[in-house]
């Protein structure tokens, strides 16, 4: 009688779990005649998972224990982990503050003289002092690109370079009208920078930079007098290069701490910075990787003042992660990494702790809503507030789903080596998920 009781103990959730797919059929013949077999998707490694969480039910659920590269989906473990430990505002700075010098160590705030923010407390605090300014130098332990990034892709906008302290988002800001070209930092817009290049068959603007330095250069179509503006990476280089720029744009002597003399981090203050949720919202809406990547950088700088992904992930992964259905790799914030790895029910678990423990008008505001940001163009219904995910070959959505008869649900679909167009398998997955939600 014991042995069977065990058996029947160990057996009872997958039980449960067949039950519940049992009352929703419907999908799961949606998901085999329709989604599955569609020619978008079917050669193609694809993963379902639909929750439930107010009965705990499984709706459906399609090779949800299989692994994937997630793209862009990735986001949504930087989100949980940024909600977790960065608290209600991002740290800005440290700084010290003597009789002559005011000492300041960056903590990779990426809102540092971004041209979204106007609320800029460090600035004010170094603007504001009559004082030295010396930087000190942070430890950090990350490079300038993730693990598993295209190289190739240096110049183009979605991929700045990663460090302790960013300006301007760690790109050259262009804006060409006419004859006039405007280029900030202002640092970067003299010949020795900048050249110009006029093609008249273009019809967009394009913007290079050299591999190996800030040379950039411009090519306009000089017929087309509308206004245009495009962003270049810039090399962030040592932080002699950061000290430099600060003192361009304050007017004012900034020197870095070269001496070696110790300062115990206990010394420092943190300064507070702009809401989190400002930084959060076009992290998802936009999919802005730079903020993303940054914010992992973030949580480490202020739990322990080291700058440290992997540090970051890993305390993650050994505290609030820890009972996630399939051990994930995770190795980046944005997920341009080809070297990340999860699984549909991994998102599904993480999605519904976040629902659990944080408000859904809350939830639904940071993630793109149906018509709007990276959905603009699908769920015109607005019943879905998801994240996108997109790679050459991977179409990720992952998110929350609530139906006419006012059921929430998690879910996550993601597809992985399709030979179609990106466009093809999002409306696939658009037309499955409008079916679950029109029925139920």
Not at 104 to 132: C, E, I, N
Request: hydrophobic share 35%.
């Amino acid at each position: 009688m014991r042995v069977f009781r065990i058996v029947l103990l160990v057996c009872l959730p997958l039980l449960m779990k067949q039950t519940s797919f049992a009352q929703y059929g419907q999908i799961k013949k949606w998901a085999e005649e329709e989604l599955l077999t569609n020619p978008a998707l079917r050669q193609a490694h694809t993963g379902v998972c639909i929750y439930e969480p107010a009965t705990g039910k499984y709706w459906y659920s399609y090779q949800d224990d299989h692994y994937f590269t997630p793209a862009s989906n990735t986001k949504i473990f930087t989100l949980y982990t940024a909600l977790r430990l960065l608290g209600d505002s991002l740290p800005a700075l440290r700084y010290l503050e003597t009789d002559s010098v005011l000492y300041v160590k960056g903590t990779a705030d990426p809102a540092f003289l971004h041209p979204d923010y106007t609320l800029q407390p460090a600035w004010q605090l170094m603007q504001q002092t009559s004082k030295r300014i010396t930087i000190v130098p942070a430890v950090s332990e990350n490079k300038r690109f993730g693990s598993g990034w295209a190289w190739s892709d240096y110049q183009d906008y979605y991929q700045p370079e990663l460090n302790e302290w960013p300006m301007y988002g760690n790109v050259a800001h262009i804006r060409h009208h006419g004859d006039t070209t405007v280029i900030w930092p202002r640092m970067f817009s003299d010949t020795a920078h900048f050249t110009f290049r006029r093609n008249d068959t273009l019809e967009e603007l394009l913007a290079e930079r050299d591999e190996r330095s800030n040379r950039f250069s411009l090519t306009f179509n000089g017929n087309d007098k509308s206004v245009q503006e495009t962003e270049v990476p810039f090399i962030t280089g040592p932080l002699g290069d950061l000290a430099y720029r600060l003192q361009d744009t304050l007017h004012k002597p900034v020197t870095v701490l070269t001496d070696g003399t110790p300062i115990p981090s206990t010394a420092f203050t943190l300064l507070k910075g702009i809401p989190a949720d400002s930084l959060f919202l076009p992290m998802m809406h936009r999919s802005d990787n730079f903020f993303a990547e940054q914010t992992l950088m973030m949580c480490a700088a202020r739990l322990w003042d080291t700058i440290s992904t992997a540090r970051t992930i890993d305390f993650m992964q050994k505290s609030y992660l820890a009972n996630l259905p399939d051990t994930p790799k995770w190795v980046d914030g944005s997920g341009l990494s080809r070297y990340n790895l999860f699984s549909p029910r991994d998102f599904v678990s993480v999605l519904s702790d976040m629902y659990k423990t944080y408000p859904s008008e809350r939830l639904y505001a940071l993630f793109p809503t149906g018509g709007k940001g990276t959905l603009k163009n699908y769920y015109k219904q607005q019943f879905v507030h998801a994240k996108t995910g997109t790679l050459s070959g991977c179409v990720a959505l992952s998110g929350y789903l609530v139906t006419k008869k006012n059921k929430t649900l998690v879910f996550s679909v993601l597809v992985n080596n399709h030979n179609n167009s990106a466009s093809n398998v999002r409306r696939t997955v658009e037309r499955f998920l409008t079916q679950v939600w029109e029925k139920y």
